[in-house]
DNA sequence: CCCGACTTGTTCAAGTTTCAAGGAGCTGCC
DNA sequence: GGCAGCTCCTTGAAACTTGAACAAGTCGGG
């Protein structure tokens, strides 16, 4: 990008570059969302001693019935590698937040298992949590932006979607 | 949140949740924003093999004069710490992709300093870039939606601002 | 029943990020 | 001059993430 816009290179030469309005989005949007995971990352680290992604885990179990979720469901909840899960769950289960329980029907499984521990913490940091949310953002929207906000990455994520028509190859990557 | 909305807790009753409506944008823009993050780091690490940050870095050397920057300047730009950006440039050197200069007005000062090869890095995996996020992004959206997002992430950028009125704490953290 | 193909979850090694600490140089004030 | 208090950047260790490889279990066809 850059000064490289006009580079005669045949490779690029087919190629279209972002406008100077486009560039001065995708930088907002960079921008913010660094802005935004590093706030709430060190909010979180804080307030609950871990980053957001593994308090994403806790939100899940507690949402999940019986607070339970095999990892492979828990992992695609959450957008990560399984390789990734069991290491967080390990470090969640050091904690005592979580607990690992076998799988009876299935004797490769594991469930993932919020524990009263966990749920206090989740009831512990929530609120800040949310008010850190809100701070940052919902409080500096108006409801037609919030709106938009909403379609925008519903849109982005939809088209990101690893399981978009035909596609039944391992559920991510 | 989820199952803890209706927690009678007292330290949580003058607390304000989410709204259903306020959780499903939440999570919308977190599965979005992750995802692409995901995207463009695993693009940017198979063409060109470097991290989405360190891609970051590069291109902003590219643009600065002489192709240099101070290492805080740097990090500014890129927002992150100085210590992230002592290990990520250390890295970037070992691919001979960035070279250190002392700094002759301050013999405390570090200039990073993009070379020929870091150029023709960028130079040849640009286009792949830039490729990834407009079908990622800018060919999903409609013009008002762009001009929406960039606008979102202006205000969403601008609260979170480091330097803030009358913050004059170290600049990050 | 048995085998190949696939799934589940873990592990290892390599790479990255964070946090706390520290060496070195600058700056202003006495 | 000299010294306190800053800024600049690096370091090292611990935590976290990644990708590939792996053992174990499941599953369906022959």
Redesign the interface.
Known sequence: ????NT?P?P??AR????TD??Q???R????????????LD?QLQRDAGMPHIYY?LL?SL??APRRRLRMTELAMKA?ITRSRLSHAIARLEKNGWVRREDCPSDKRGQFAVLTDAGHEV???T??GH??A??????D??SPE?????????????E???PNEAGADLPWL?
């Open positions: 990008m850059g000064d490289m580079a290179d490779a690029a190629h279209r570059w972002l309005e486009e001065r989005i995708w907002a949007y960079l921008h913010a969302t660094t802005l935004l995971e590093d706030h060190r994403g939100v507690a949402e957008k989740l009831r512990r929530a609120p949310v008010s949310v809100r701070q940052a953002l919902f500096r929207l932006q919030q709106k938009a906000l909403g379609e925008i990455m519903e849109i982005v994520a088209g990101l979607q990557r």
